[in-house]
């Protein structure tokens, strides 16, 4: 299309709506509630107190051409940042300074006419305004001070502003919903009198522990958490009073930030994923997110903000299309974040782009969204090992979390269909799943192990990896560790070449397993051999971090020797002849079998390369599926076309000649 500037566009759009209509006024269309809602966009701005012209330059017709030209389910627009200022005119709290034209009454105008939701983006408990203007509403850090930007979840912020603020914005607005942000990730450990006091009521325990080792220090870390999870249920009981309509997510509540059951009654789950190798962190949260059972979707930064040498710069349709095919493949919904001017302007280049990336999902909707994995391998995501090792309430976990990403990485480049399993879920779905792969995790709770020994001890399937697992399941190994693990200089071998996996590794002597691979404490393979990899019966072990390891170097050798170790104990269903750049999935909706395949080459990984604007296609691939039944025939969406193909043996083989981005196999 052609690409005028604002002015033109304003100018050739037309005059607006006047101003202060009601939302209700020009509703006409249904909206849809957020569990069936696919695509969506964010747009947040955290105003501040030095924006100029905050809504200047929002007016209906920006936001009609935006909706004609994205068509989304919802919007999601900025009310309240973690600078604390409300976004618009406020009875009840602290409004930013200078807004010009109230950008929420605009957006819920045009949105309601076409049917489209709107909810809010509104930040939780970092709230810096807030602190301003009552210091006793922060958390008291360990070293006694107020700290600047965390409001305690158990003070008075909750019930004489956060509440307040989001009761009159929905009403004032008729909003859908809200997706609170600065929440689980922001909350920090208080000190404060009201918790020191509630503490020492429920424990016992006389003084609070201040660090790791101090008495009582797990005991405090679990109670701050009961104390976020109660905050987190008294707003969505307080709007679903006043409002049952209303839709609430806590962002990144019951993710891998907070990996647990879903008890609190927040209506969608959701999170923002961001930073270098999006896909990556795209791969585990989509998986984990898909296993919850609840609504979902994931948010791509629709820019890339990585470095400190350079600002913004915004991604390509293609670049987000690769990123969305990795959500679209594990049944989740899909939404882009985009930060308009600070006058609230979102120019025509951003918004074809988004609508490029719409018209890519949508073409994929109806054999994507929703669909449940065909379990094949299960990765095991520990909740007590987070809990008990990062010495924090929540994730964003950094290096605690690399045993599961990186492990999920070597097995999806290795073309395995993956799941991950909530460690809260194994005893629900674990004996559906051929392999059960249990990461380098330092420390699973007892029960968890007991589960897991008792699968290997029943005949089951798993991959055990890591020094601590070497020594809590040595028995179902089928090997005696030598004294204690300890940081070895370690490569491993790849089909072709020496790979790096300096680490901690557990010695091991053999007790029935026999051993499959070996390391070397330098590049030499004819002396210092130690056994890095056994087989015993259905269980294989690797006695080193090969899933952090593999998280943070992603070399070839390393994939390649935890796919050979995998073989020895596992069959997929599927077999897919393509590079390591091809990403499969077995899905299931409406009784048929799907095959995603996602192209991921050339993804974003680095600062260095923070956009791309081509992925190279592959194939041809060849294609081995096992079905329960000779299919009566195989379609490519969204193409439509059938594919030809042989079925022999209880399999279904064929060649998909070109892969682009993301081509789904319908088997009916």
Known sequence: MTVMNRREFLAAAGASVAAGAPASAQSSKPRLPRKDCFFGIHLDLHPNASDPALGRDVSDAMVERFLAEIRPDYVQYDCKGHVGFLGYPSRVATSAPHIVNDSLAVWRRVTARHGVGLFIH????????????????????????????????????????????LLEASEKYELDGAWVDGDCWATRPDYGEASAQAFRAATGIPELPKK??????????????????????????????????????SNWLYTTLVPERPQIPVDFLSGDYLGNASISTARLDARYLSAVGKPWDLMAWGFQNATQKTGMSHKPAIQLQQEAAVVLAQGGGFQIYYVPTRAGYIDERNIATAAKVAKFCRARQAVSHKSEPIPQVGVLFSTSSLYHTANKLFGGWGSYIDPARGMVDALVDSQYSVDVIPEWKLSEVGSSYPL?????????????????????????????????????????????????????????????????????????????AKAVEQRYPTWDTTRDASIAATVNGHVAAIFGPAGAIHSYSHTAALRQFIRRVVARVFTPDVTVEGGPSVEVALRRKEGKTLLHLVNCAGMQVAAEYMSGDFVPPVGPLKISVRLPARPSKAVLAPEGAEIAGAWQSGRWTGVINRLEVHQIVQFS
């Not at 009582?216 to 309509?245: I, M, N, T």
């Not at 005696?480 to 790096?500: C, K, M, V, W, Y």
Request: net charge negative; glycine share 10%; with cysteine.
């Open 122 to 165: 509104f930040s939780g408990v970092w709230d810096s305004q807030a602190i301003i203007e009552h210091p006793d509403y922060a958390v008291v850090n360990a070293d006694g001070k107020r700290d600047p930007n965390a409001t305690s979840v158990f003070g008075p912020y909750l019930d004489q502003r956060m509440i307040p603020e």
């Open 436 to 512: 059960i792969v249990v990461p380098d995790w330092l420390e699973i709770a007892a029960p968890v192990r007991e589960q897991i020994a008792a699968r290997a001890k029943a005949g089951g399937h798993l991959l055990i990896v890591g020094a601590a697992n070497a020594r809590h399941f040595a028995e179902a190994i089928g090997v005696r560790p030598l004294g204690e693990a300890s940081r070895q200089g370690t490569f491993i071998l790849g089909d072709e070449i020496f790979g790096q996996a300096t680490g901690d590794w557990q010695n091991v002597e053999l007790a029935g």
């Open 212 to 249: 790791a080792g101090d008495p009582g220090w797990q005991e405090f870390l679990e109670f701050q958490r009961e104390g976020f999870r109660r905050y987190v249920r008294r707003y969505c009981d307080a709007l679903h009073s006043k409002r049952p309509k209303f839709q609430i997510a």
